[in-house]
């Protein structure tokens, strides 16, 4: 038996990935990163989003609007939107492809899913800038 042979025989892979001759995807990692780096990005702006909070309560929506139009409360609010935003597509594109075993049923919630997230960032992002230009 040749070194070959050998080899061939001592596979780490399973029966169904030798059979199909396919290897990892590797596409997990990033998503993992990503979904990390956006939870890292909303742990550390939850404090001042949450001090913003906090100095809404008990305005009236002059000194409200007043407040959400600085420009400073209007980037701080737009980064933890689209942090949050990624994080929930991510974290739910994930859920879909562990738990949904129909090919087609798979692709068209990854689809909603995309569609879903994009649409409430941008229905967010669209009410911070028009309360921070003031019309």
Do not use: W
Request: hydrophobic residues 60%; positive net charge.
């Amino acid at each position: 038996m040749s070194a070959r042979d050998t080899a061939k025989n001592v596979s780490m892979r399973t029966p169904l990935a030798r059979v199909r001759r396919l290897g990892a995807a590797h596409s997990g990692t990033k998503d993992f990163f990503r979904q990390r780096v956006t939870a890292i990005a909303m742990a550390l702006l939850i404090v001042p989003v949450a001090i913003i909070v906090v100095m809404l309560t008990g305005r009236d929506q002059a000194a409200a609007a007043q407040l959400l139009g600085s420009p400073i409360v209007a980037i701080l609010l737009t980064l933890f939107i689209i942090a949050g935003c990624l994080h929930m597509k991510i974290g739910v594109q994930i859920v879909i492809e562990d738990y949904v075993h129909s090919e087609a049923i798979k692709i068209l919630a990854i689809i909603a899913n995309n569609f879903f997230s994009f649409a409430v960032g941008l229905a967010s992002i669209f009410a911070i800038f028009k309360l921070s230009v003031g019309s």
